[in-house]
Protein backbone atom coordinates (compact mmCIF):
# COMPACT_ATOMS: atom_id res chain seq x y z
CA UNK A 1 0.00 0.00 0.00
CA UNK A 2 1.32 3.54 -0.63
CA UNK A 3 0.66 6.32 1.05
CA UNK A 4 2.00 10.06 0.19
CA UNK A 5 1.57 12.55 2.70
CA UNK A 6 2.82 16.16 1.77
CA UNK A 7 3.91 19.11 4.40
CA UNK A 8 5.42 22.57 4.66
CA UNK A 9 2.10 24.65 3.54
CA UNK A 10 1.01 27.22 5.91
CA UNK A 11 0.46 31.40 5.70
CA UNK A 12 2.73 33.22 4.16
CA UNK A 13 2.99 37.20 2.91
CA UNK A 14 3.37 38.14 -0.72
CA UNK A 15 7.67 37.92 -1.82
CA UNK A 16 7.93 35.52 1.24
CA UNK A 17 9.38 30.81 0.45
CA UNK A 18 7.88 28.24 1.64
CA UNK A 19 9.36 24.43 1.07
CA UNK A 20 6.58 21.83 0.33
CA UNK A 21 7.84 18.39 0.79
CA UNK A 22 6.34 14.71 0.03
CA UNK A 23 7.07 11.83 1.93
CA UNK A 24 6.06 8.29 0.56
CA UNK A 25 5.68 4.81 2.20
CA UNK A 26 5.34 1.82 0.17
CA UNK A 27 6.59 0.39 -2.74
CA UNK A 28 7.76 3.37 -4.61
CA UNK A 29 9.97 2.67 -7.57
CA UNK A 30 13.53 5.79 -8.13
CA UNK A 31 12.03 5.34 -12.01
CA UNK A 32 8.88 6.81 -10.92
CA UNK A 33 7.89 10.47 -12.40
CA UNK A 34 7.14 12.85 -9.50
CA UNK A 35 4.66 16.24 -9.37
CA UNK A 36 3.68 19.21 -7.72
CA UNK A 37 -0.12 20.12 -8.73
CA UNK A 38 -2.35 22.72 -7.38
CA UNK A 39 -6.23 23.61 -6.90
CA UNK A 40 -7.28 27.07 -6.27
CA UNK A 41 -10.93 27.77 -5.38
CA UNK A 42 -13.21 27.31 -8.09
CA UNK A 43 -10.63 26.85 -10.16
CA UNK A 44 -9.05 23.20 -11.72
CA UNK A 45 -6.27 21.32 -10.51
CA UNK A 46 -2.82 22.22 -12.81
CA UNK A 47 0.45 21.08 -12.78
CA UNK A 48 3.09 22.70 -11.32
CA UNK A 49 6.57 21.18 -11.48
CA UNK A 50 7.73 17.55 -12.24
CA UNK A 51 10.62 15.63 -11.87
CA UNK A 52 12.11 12.20 -13.62
CA UNK A 53 14.04 9.92 -12.77
CA UNK A 54 17.16 11.43 -14.38
CA UNK A 55 16.53 14.58 -13.21
CA UNK A 56 15.00 16.05 -16.01
CA UNK A 57 12.53 19.01 -14.56
CA UNK A 58 9.20 20.67 -16.24
CA UNK A 59 7.38 23.73 -14.82
CA UNK A 60 4.32 25.58 -15.49
CA UNK A 61 5.07 29.25 -16.82
CA UNK A 62 3.72 30.88 -14.10
CA UNK A 63 6.39 29.72 -11.50
CA UNK A 64 9.08 29.33 -13.88
CA UNK A 65 12.33 31.26 -12.41
CA UNK A 66 10.11 31.19 -8.55
CA UNK A 67 9.78 27.67 -7.95
CA UNK A 68 12.38 24.60 -8.11
CA UNK A 69 11.91 21.25 -7.58
CA UNK A 70 13.79 18.30 -6.19
CA UNK A 71 13.69 14.62 -5.21
CA UNK A 72 15.63 12.07 -3.12
CA UNK A 73 15.13 9.05 -3.87
CA UNK A 74 16.43 6.65 -0.94
CA UNK A 75 14.36 8.85 0.87
CA UNK A 76 11.12 8.56 -1.27
CA UNK A 77 11.04 12.17 -1.16
CA UNK A 78 10.03 15.05 -3.34
CA UNK A 79 10.08 18.87 -2.33
CA UNK A 80 8.95 22.14 -3.64
CA UNK A 81 11.32 25.18 -2.86
CA UNK A 82 8.77 28.35 -3.99
CA UNK A 83 9.90 31.60 -3.37
CA UNK A 84 8.95 35.21 -4.39
CA UNK A 85 5.18 33.43 -3.36
CA UNK A 86 2.64 35.86 -5.07
CA UNK A 87 -1.52 35.74 -3.64
CA UNK A 88 -2.01 33.76 -6.77
CA UNK A 89 -0.34 30.80 -5.81
CA UNK A 90 -2.68 30.37 -3.02
CA UNK A 91 -4.24 26.92 -3.26
CA UNK A 92 -4.16 23.34 -1.97
CA UNK A 93 -0.81 21.60 -2.96
CA UNK A 94 -0.76 18.00 -3.94
CA UNK A 95 2.29 15.33 -4.48
CA UNK A 96 1.69 12.97 -7.50
CA UNK A 97 3.96 9.64 -7.93
CA UNK A 98 3.41 7.92 -11.28
CA UNK A 99 4.78 4.78 -12.68
CA UNK A 100 6.31 6.30 -16.31
CA UNK A 101 3.83 4.40 -17.87
CA UNK A 102 1.14 6.38 -16.07
CA UNK A 103 -0.57 2.64 -15.11
CA UNK A 104 0.09 3.41 -11.31
CA UNK A 105 -0.43 7.04 -9.84
CA UNK A 106 -0.77 7.79 -6.29
CA UNK A 107 -1.65 11.50 -4.74
CA UNK A 108 -0.97 12.73 -1.55
CA UNK A 109 -3.77 14.32 0.25
CA UNK A 110 -3.01 17.77 -0.21
CA UNK A 111 -1.44 20.81 1.81
CA UNK A 112 -3.26 24.24 2.25
CA UNK A 113 -0.74 27.61 0.73
CA UNK A 114 -1.75 30.95 1.56
CA UNK A 115 -0.02 33.81 0.44
CA UNK A 116 -1.64 37.19 1.91
CA UNK A 117 -0.74 40.23 3.63
Known amino acids: QVQLVESGGGLVQPGGSLRLACAAS????????MSWYRQAPGKQRELVAT???????NYLDSVKGRFTISRDNAKKMVYLQMNGLKSEDTAVYYCKFSSVSGIRAYWGPGTQVTVSS
Open 51 to 57: ITSGGGT
Open 26 to 33: GSIFSTYV
